[in-house]
């Protein structure tokens, strides 16, 4: 006799939540959760929908981020049910294979300069002009002050602008055949960064910057001597969802994207096209941040300039968290200078701080990783080297 709590559509429903959990992607192994046979049992009744996900080892550290990211992105699917995400360990088989697909998925990363411990964050948003550069720049500011090691990489190379919001005009020297990021004091600390715009004076410099322009994000990952001990690099990506987005998954697979939105962002669009640059290349969007939220006059009262809600509606709508929403500061343009080293002050100081505490607070530490699975596979391709 079949169980009454069963929905009679139960099959449909088991399937869509199969196709929605191939958007969910392994944080180490930057493929599909599906697609790397992470998956095991789905049951459903009309109150719980339970889900069986299989783990490298069992006490993984991203155990908790998996069983947080498949419980978002089925909770729209999932109704008034109750979703319960149980954990296994994979069966030696399984684990071979699983390490198997990862391998083949490994071989696409560039031979970058920039640690596999460090945590790397990608500022993106489906528009031009919404604030992805300040975000960048007064994140990494924030981070640096708060004692971590930052690296910020301008991956606008047609048009960077990390220099000028830096007010800026260093220059990147080659040593030993590599190319050192310019250092900014922040906090008690060092910020490195690389842009184009640190390449634009010097005759060499533009010779040179012909000759790899078309491969400049490349050589950035490359080429750079990165300090082999930042905790975070925070990389400001040009304006859309096109190639250096995609190539920026390609190279540094493990890059998670951080997605700037302003209030009245017309968000259907931008979620769909943030969605599908993510689904495409497998890259995960770690949250929204909002900015321009509100202008707050003299007297403390806030203005909803530009609409209110649109952080938190693309939030919900790509089952991410809403890490922070950064009021309008006209210091952030008017003067520049005034903010080397310094996250913005006002408003937006505060703003920022809390973004990067959340922002650590939420970001499983690398060190942490090392027994997990692709770390894993990168002891075992070392050992094999050498
Ligand atoms: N919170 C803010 N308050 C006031 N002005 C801001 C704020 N954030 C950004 N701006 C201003 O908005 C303009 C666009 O900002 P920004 O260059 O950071 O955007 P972007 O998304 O990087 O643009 P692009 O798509 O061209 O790279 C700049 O003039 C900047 O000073
Ligand atoms: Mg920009």
């Known amino acids: 006799m079949p169980d009454s709590n069963i929905p009679p559509n139960n099959d449909d429903f088991i399937r869509s939540v199969h196709e929605r959990l191939t958007e969910v992607t392994d944080p180490e192994l930057h493929a599909s959760i599906v697609e790397l046979g992470m998956v095991g049992d789905i049951t459903a009744t009309s109150d719980t929908l339970e889900i069986e996900i299989a783990l490298t080892i069992a006490g993984c550290p991203l155990k908790e981020q998996i069983r947080g990211d498949v419980t978002r992105a089925l909770s729209d699917l999932a109704e008034t049910r109750q979703i ?9 088989i399984e684990k071979a294979r699983l390490m198997e697909k990862a391998r083949i998925l490994n071989q696409k990363r560039v031979n970058t300069t920039i640690s596999t411990h460090t945590k790397v964050f990608a500022v993106a948003s489906g528009k031009g002009g919404v604030g992805k550069s300040s975000v960048a720049v007064n994140l990494a500011l924030s981070l640096c002050s708060s004692g971590k090691k930052v690296g910020l990489l301008d991956a606008d ?8 919001l830096l007010g800026t005009h260093g220059e990147l020297r080659a ?15 060092l910020l ?29 990952l490359e080429d750079v001597n990165w ?26 697979p493990e890059t998670e994207l951080l997605l700037v939105t302003t209030p009245s962002s017309y968000v259907e669009q931008i979620a769909s096209r943030a969605a599908d640059m993510a689904k495409k290349s497998h890259i995960r969007i770690f949250g929204v941040i909002e900015n321009m939220t509100s202008f707050r006059c003299e007297h403390s009262v806030e203005y909803p300039i530009f609409g209110q809600g649109g952080g938190k509606r693309l939030a919900e709508f790509l089952h991410v968290p809403l890490l922070a929403s950064i009021p309008i500061d006209p210091r952030i343009h008017k003067n520049p200078h005034e ?3 310094n996250p913005a002050g006002g408003g937006t100081e505060k703003a920022f701080a809390d973004l990067s505490d959340a922002i650590v607070k939420m970001s499983v530490s690398q060190d942490k990783m090392a027994g997990c699975s692709a770390r894993m596979l990168e002891a075992i391709e070392h050992s094999l080297e050498n």
């Open 84 to 92: 319960q995400v149980k954990t296994k360990v994979l069966s030696p």
């Open 157 to 164: 190379i047609w048009g960077f602008s990390i220099p000028e």
């Open 175 to 189: 040593k030993n055949g590599k190319m050192e990021p310019v250092e900014i004091p922040a906090g008690s600390g």
């Open 192 to 220: 490195q960064v690389v842009s184009m715009g640190f390449l634009a004076n010097s005759k060499e410099a533009i010779m040179w910057r012909g000759l790899i322009l078309s491969r400049a994000l490349q050589h950035f």
């Open 227 to 252: 300090l082999q001990s930042l905790d975070y690099l925070i990389i400001d990506l040009p304006p859309g969802t096109g190639d250096i987005q995609m190539a920026l998954a390609r190279m540094l």
């Open 339 to 341: 903010q080397q080293g």
